[in-house]
C-alpha cells in the first residue's frame, strides 16, 4: 500500500495547479493550464506502478505561487531544461534553474512553489516510493549502502544538485522523446527512467563518496565547483595550478580529493565529458567530425577518433554513417 500512496503527492500538486482540461489514456494523463493562468501544461505518465514520469512545459502569464502539502515519503529526481522555479520549505527556498539536476529525499512536508512571470519552463520529473529506492540501492553482496532514512534523517527534505552532463542531456532527450511521441511502449519510458535514476544514484550517492570522513562539506563543494568550472571550459580548462586557486584549495588536496569523489583524474574526466559531449554532438548531425573535434576541446582530429574509437569502439566517422541510418 505505501508504494502506491506517493502518487497522492502528484495528484494534490496537479489539483493545485487549477487545470481546465485533462485528457486521459491508459497510463498517461495530459493536464492543460487554464487560458487565463497561462500556456501549456504537464504530461504524466505512469511506465510501472511505482514510477511517475512528468513533463512540464509551461508559461505563466504573471509570477505564480503553488501551496502544497506532501502527505507522504517519496523519492524525486528532476531535470530542469529551461526556467526557474523557487521551493521554499521551513523557511528555506531552495532554486532550480535550466541546465541543473537535482534529487531530492522527502518526507512528509509542506512546501510552496514559485514560478517566473512570462518565462518558459521546462522540466522532466521522476518520482517513486522509498521502497522502491531502497530496493535499488540494495547490494547483491549484502554490504550497506545509503537508504532512505540514513539519507534524510530528522528533516523533512534533503536535496543534492548538480549542472547535467552531456551524456545525460542525450539520454534525458531519448526519454522525453519517447515519452512526447505518443506511440512509445512503457518499456521504452521505464528503460531510459532506470538509466536516469542509476546515473544520478551513482553520481550523488556514490561518486561523491557519501560515507567518506576523508572530505568535510566545504571541499566536497569546492571539489564540485572545481568539476563545473572545467566542464564550462572544456574547450579551453585551466590548469590544475590556475583550477585550485579559482576555488580555494591547494592543488594537492584537490588532485586527491578530486579523485576520490570521482575515482580518476581532473583531466580523466575531462577527458570523458568532452568525449560524453561529441557523442552527443556527432548524434544530433549538426557537426561534422572536426568541427565536433573542436567543439569538445581537440586540436587535433586524429587524436580525438583515436580517444572516441577507445572509448566506444567505433571511429567517429562510422558512428555518424551509422547515426543517419
Sequence with gaps: METLDFHQNFYLFYDELAQSERQQEAGTLYMQLQKQTGEGGIHRFIPRYDMEVVVTDFKFHREHRVPLFNPFAMVELNFCLHGTREVAVDGKTYEFTAGMSSL??????????????????????????????????????????????????????????????????????????????????????????????????????VDTNYHSTALS????????????????????????????????????????????????????YLREKRLEKALLLLKQGDMNVTETSFAVGYSNSSYFAEAFREKYGINPSAFVRRSHI
Design 104 to 205: 531530492q529525499f522527502m518526507n512528509e512536508l509542506s512546501a510552496h512553489f514559485t514560478y517566473s512571470e512570462k518565462e518558459p519552463f521546462l522540466m522532466l520529473g521522476i518520482g517513486i516510493p522509498v521502497s522502491t529506492f531502497d530496493h535499488f540501492m540494495q547490494q547483491a553482496d549484502g554490504a550497506n549502502s545509503p537508504d532512505f532514512s540514513s539519507l534524510l534523517g530528522k528533516r523533512a527534505l534533503r536535496i543534492f544538485q548538480e549542472t547535467m552532463t552531456p551524456s545525460t542531456k542525450l539520454l534525458l532527450k531519448r526519454v522525453i522523446d519517447a515519452a512526447s511521441s505518443g506511440t512509445s511502449k512503457n518499456i521504452e519510458i521505464e528503460s531510459g527512467v532506470l538509466q536516469l535514476l542509476a546515473t544520478a544514484f551513482q553520481t550523488f550517492l
Design 217 to 268: 562539506t566545504s571541499d566536497m563543494r569546492k571539489i564540485q565547483q572545481a568539476r563545473d568550472i572545467i566542464l564550462e571550459r572544456m574547450v579551453d580548462p585551466p590548469s590544475l595550478i590556475e583550477l585550485s586557486r579559482m576555488i580555494g584549495m591547494n592543488d594537492y588536496k584537490l588532485k586527491i580529493g578530486f579523485k576520490e569523489m570521482y575515482h580518476t583524474t581532473v583531466f580523466g
